[in-house]
């Protein structure tokens, strides 16, 4: 079966955001007041399991070898059937 | 007023991701069958406003002066009160 797992790596709370930081600073050069800019990557996998929590599972494996980096970032996954 | 600003840019249709493909073949690399792999970006801005649609309408001109590239991006915007 064939399913969409979508990933959402964000930085761990504390962490600086460089990439944020850089575009308020632009944002404000245009004349924009912006309180904050935070900015994080979302990837969608789509792959073939036996259930979500296999789809689950794998994507998870994924996440702590390749997809995040454990010290500075917090993951979320989130598995839907196509 | 305070308001969060969710501002979601993903590539056109047909327009290569060369991430998505990088990650796509490391993932192979380590094991992972995986048919196709998409990354996008994500920016979270606070900012303050008058209502909603006064929100929506100046985060829609910082994605067209600075966010989004209009060549190769689609972008979509969502606005939520604080």
Do not use: W
């Not at 790596?9 to 575009?23: D, H, Q, S």
């Amino acid at each position: 079966m064939k399913y969409k797992a979508t990933v959402t790596i964000k930085l761990k709370k504390g962490v600086l955001n460089p990439e944020g930081r850089t575009i308020k600073r632009a944002l404000e050069f245009l004349g924009y007041e912006v309180e904050d800019v935070n900015t994080y990557k979302m990837i969608d996998l789509i792959l073939n399991g036996e259930s979500e929590e296999e789809v689950y599972k794998k994507v998870e494996e994924m996440c702590q070898k390749l997809l995040a980096n454990p010290v500075i970032h917090d993951y979320r996954i989130k598995v839907e059937r196509l």
